[in-house]
């Protein structure tokens, strides 16, 4: 079956600018997380959803970061007036249950290479 | 400050030696660890796990070892094969209410030479 896709793979932009990343977790997963990897760095925790709702945004680095998941399915993580801070790959991972100690494993999107000029 | 750390960048071994990758972590609420792998422009996949309350995992050629006294992990590979060439990455989540959260070290790029 399909995998957790992300879109675009790729985005350039410039400072100060607007941008939404999206994510297509794998059919029936209720849980979906974003995780933000630097260069250099594993992949780090933003954010949490459980169906609809924000479970935990506690890894989000500020107020310019933002995520939805209006549907239980698709998500997309915003990010408003850029920085060059903030390039990186982002990771989107989607798990059937949200509990990993009970073996509940992530699948990882490719994730989206970010750019910020 | 690193929870979960791997202090080798890289690891080079020829194929069908064994490899040991490493990790040390210094949280004590952590229960249940993983290992990813990495492929270029790809996502992690994820390769094995253990939990707290064992010392051993095996899955076919990988061996995931684990030293709670030491705070300690390893996963062995054998025989290592070319196409194990990745970036591997230990992670590791707490118990409870937080357990969906994967706290990953920097990761290990493994080369198997042919």
């Known amino acids: ?117 | 400050d690193q929870q979960v750390k791997q202090n080798s960048p890289s690891l080079s071994v020829q194929e069908g030696r064994i490899s040991i990758l490493n990790c040390d972590y210094t949280n004590s609420m952590f229960d249940y660890f993983l290992w990813y792998k990495k492929y270029p422009a790809e996502g992690p996949t994820f390769l094995i796990s253990i939990s707290s309350i064992k010392d051993k995992n095996e899955d076919g050629r990988f061996t995931v070892f684990l030293n709670k006294s030491a705070k300690h992990l390893s996963l062995h590979i054998v025989p290592s094969q070319p196409g194990d060439s990745a970036v591997y990455f230990c992670a590791a989540s707490g118990r409870g209410g937080s357990n969906y959260k994967l706290t990953f070290g920097k990761g290990t790029l493994l080369t198997v030479n042919p």
Do not use: M
Request: glycine share 14%; hydrophobic share 30%; aromatic share 10%.
């Open chain 1, 1 to 117: 079956g399909a995998g957790v896709s992300q879109t675009p793979s790729n985005k350039v932009t410039e400072k100060g600018k607007y941008v939404e990343l999206r994510c297509d977790p794998i059919s029936g997963h209720t849980a979906l997380y974003w995780y933000r990897q630097s260069l250099g760095q594993g992949p780090e925790f933003l954010i949490y959803f459980q169906g609809t709702g924000a479970a935990d945004d506690s890894g989000l680095p500020n107020d310019r970061f933002f995520a939805v998941r209006p549907e239980g399915s698709v998500s997309t993580l915003k990010i408003q007036r850029t920085e060059r801070g903030d390039s990186a790959v982002y990771l989107c991972a989607s798990s059937l249950t949200g509990v990993a100690g009970g073996g509940d494993t992530q699948y990882f999107g490719p994730g989206t290479r970010l750019t910020v000029l």
